[in-house]
């Protein structure tokens, strides 16, 4: 498997700290046959965080992102999460963390995990609404719950739960801190066909201040949040037996 970079790492290391609210629904709804779609090292937090399990597989669709473990529950499948080659109802949970966007057709994808999934199985979902570009070329947008619900009723699955995680003032912190990397033109996070004006370069330093200065305001204000356009919306799903 190709490791991480430092920064993805930390990125990544943010994430779960951010989501703590994901590990309990893990924790809650997690068991049997686990199905964990584009999950890339994703057992490794969840073991950490005591996630329960019988058999975990990965489904990867990059090479390079496919899990390498010692635990013999542990399974690795190299596929496509829209068109996967697993028989229908082979798994009492799937996981679906953060995927989405980086799918040119989600639609597909939420029905592929309603169908490889158990009657009475449970999908856990986290899913963008207000990320920014990363990990492009592959992003493509977020989603509000309005498609979420939409999608899930086409798709057959009902809706469990569905909490937001983080508000307006958190994604004014978040976007503040990617300013930097997206400005770096950091890979991934920027595309060289974006160009710079005159103006950008003129006015960054201010803009650096400004960022910085909005991170940490932007996360005290968030202890108060609003939920109408949250970092990431949290969905527990289950397949009607």
Not at 15 to 39: K, N, P, T
Not at 44 to 55: I, M, Q
Request: hydrophobic letters at 45%; proline letters at 5%.
């Amino acid at each position: 498997m190709k490791p991480k970079s430092p920064l993805l790492r930390l990125l990544y290391a943010l994430r779960d700290l951010r989501s703590r609210r994901l590990f309990r629904a893990l924790r809650e709804h997690c068991r049997g046959e686990v199905l964990d779609v584009g999950g890339w090292d994703f057992f490794v937090s969840a073991t950490r965080k005591g996630v329960s399990f019988e058999r975990w597989t990965t489904l990867e669709h990059d090479r390079e992102r496919l899990l390498e473990s010692d635990d013999a529950r542990v399974l690795v499948s190299y596929g496509d999460g829209c068109a996967m080659e697993f028989a229908d109802a082979s798994f009492d949970t799937v996981l679906c963390v953060q995927v989405l966007e980086h799918v040119f057709e989600p639609l597909r994808m939420v029905n592929e995990i309603r169908r490889v999934l158990r009657p009475g199985g449970r999908a856990v979902f986290l899913i963008p609404c207000t990320s920014t570009m990363h990990l492009g070329p592959h992003y493509y947008g977020n989603f509000s719950r309005y498609w979420i619900r939409e999608a899930f009723q086409r798709a057959g699955l009902e809706i469990v739960e569905l909490e937001e995680l983080g508000g307006v003032w958190s994604t004014f912190a978040s976007r503040a801190f990617f300013f930097f990397l997206q400005a770096a033109r950091y890979d991934g996070m920027s595309d060289p066909a974006i160009r710079r004006g005159a103006l950008f370069w003129l006015l960054l330093p201010f803009q650096a201040l400004f960022a910085l200065l909005l991170v940490p305001l932007a996360l005290v204000l968030s202890l108060g949040d609003l939920g109408e356009e949250p970092n990431n919306h949290l969905v527990i799903a289950r397949r009607p037996a």
